[in-house]
């Protein structure tokens, strides 16, 4: 038995103590058991299979049969509804998403917020120029940008004061400070996120 | 473990897992189950408890395989995944004081003697102590054996941040452990 006191232990003893712990397994039937909790099921599709999905029903030939008086109607319903998003929602400045850059939408809903802005590595923290817009008929905050590919952290900061993950986000790191970060995935091309 | 050959490994199994080779994941599930496993055990009261945990983890890593980018590395994903499902499971359940006799139950394993388990089940219950902070550091540094790279890699801070975190984290450790074994 040792009789050495415990607040002698070195921390080789500790870390050889600690490399110990790694023969701990959840046994040889547990692959086998996850497989059989998984089933038959295929992986859910992800965003780049939805976006495929999409393409396909885009291009899929179908024939539509338009009276001359709704075809009329139709039309001036689009370019009214284009006209009324390029004037409020302005997009981005030349109506493209700059070369290099995917883009992303910001959305949160916090009805009862007065301000809501996204912070995140991309902007180095900072809100000026990154408030969200409101929809006061569903509570929702949205914030379309373009960013580039690659992992970004981010927070929403609501009335300017408290910082709120993203629970939609399917990933957070620590942010060093005893919270989270969320965390978005840009892909190449669609700005599909994790 | 992570090391390129296994990079590539990985992201064939992953790839032939979404196109329908559902077998694929179980590679990835036996090679990847000790350290998911391992991490639910910091966060549980039993083994039972952390086996169950361990599946919840890759039956979501797989339901939600398409998302994953391929460019990062599988294990960093998985166990963010993983780390994530721990967290929100202990914030919703309140966890309970572990029994002494449990933790010894939990890791007698008869290839070892016994006195070895109980120093097992003590390191774990110290480091059980730590916060996930500083406890997943020192799991990933010593118990899965990672170079400091990939620890930080995995844990999504600098080398040096990392190597901060390990040197801190064995100090408190230390203190935690010789107040856990002092009589």
Redesign the interface.
């Known amino acids: 038995?040792n009789v050495q006191?415990?607040?002698d232990?070195?921390?080789d003893d500790?870390?050889s103590?600690?490399?110990?712990?790694?023969?701990?397994?959840?046994?040889e039937d547990?692959?086998?058991?996850?497989?059989g909790?998984?089933g038959?099921?295929?992986?859910?599709?992800?965003?780049?299979?939805r976006m495929a999905r999409v393409v396909e029903w885009l291009t899929e030939p179908r024939s539509i049969r338009v009276s001359p008086l709704g075809g009329i109607a139709a039309a001036a319903c689009l370019l009214l509804a284009l006209g009324l998003f390029f004037k409020n929602y302005g997009g981005f400045e030349n109506g493209a998403t700059p070369a290099g850059l995917s883009p992303v939408t910001f959305v949160l809903a916090a009805p009862s917020a007065r301000e809501v802005a996204v912070i995140g590595s991309f902007n180095g923290w900072k809100t000026a120029g990154w408030t969200m817009r409101n929809d006061p008929a569903t509570g929702l905050w949205t914030l379309t940008t373009a960013l580039p590919p690659g992992s970004h952290e981010y927070v929403f900061l609501v009335d300017g004061t408290t910082p709120v993950t993203d629970a939609a986000a399917?990933?957070?790191?620590?942010d060093?400070f005893g919270s989270r970060n969320s965390v978005l995935?840009v892909?190449n091309g669609d700005g599909?996120a994790? | 473990m992570d090391k390129p050959d296994n990079d590539r490994d990985d992201a064939m199994a992953v790839e032939r897992?979404?196109s329908?080779e559902?077998?694929a994941?179980?590679v990835l599930?036996?090679r990847y189950?000790?350290p998911v496993?391992?991490l639910m055990?910091r966060f549980s009261r039993d083994?039972h408890e952390?086996?169950e945990m361990?599946?919840d983890a890759?039956?979501r890593a797989?339901?939600?395989?398409?998302?994953?980018?391929q460019r990062?590395r599988f294990f960093t994903w998985l166990y963010?995944?993983a780390l994530?499902l721990a967290r929100d499971r202990a914030r919703r359940v309140a966890r309970e004081p572990l029994y002494r006799q449990d933790l010894e139950q939990t890791?007698a394993?008869p290839r070892h003697d016994p006195?070895?388990n109980l120093?097992?089940a003590r390191?774990?219950d110290a480091?059980r102590g730590l916060s996930p902070?500083y406890a997943e550091a020192?799991?990933l540094r010593?118990?899965?054996?990672m170079p400091l790279d990939a620890v930080a890699e995995t844990?999504?801070?600098s080398m040096s941040?990392a190597k901060m975190r390990v040197h801190r984290a064995?100090?408190m450790?230390?203190e935690l452990?010789?107040k856990?074994?002092?009589p």
């Open positions: 038995m006191p415990r607040t232990t070195s921390n500790l870390a103590g600690l490399r110990r712990l790694g023969a701990m397994d959840p046994g547990f692959a086998a058991r996850v497989m909790r998984i038959a099921a295929a992986p859910q599709a992800g965003p780049k299979r399917a990933l957070s790191v620590d060093g995935l892909k599909a994790l | 897992t979404l329908g559902r077998e994941f179980a599930v036996r189950q000790g496993y391992r055990l083994e952390a086996c361990a599946q890759f039956v797989y339901e939600r395989l398409a998302s994953y980018d990062r963010t995944l994530n890791h394993d006195l070895a120093e097992a390191i774990l480091l902070k020192l799991a010593y118990i899965e054996d844990l999504g801070v941040g064995l100090n450790l230390r452990y010789g856990e074994g002092t």
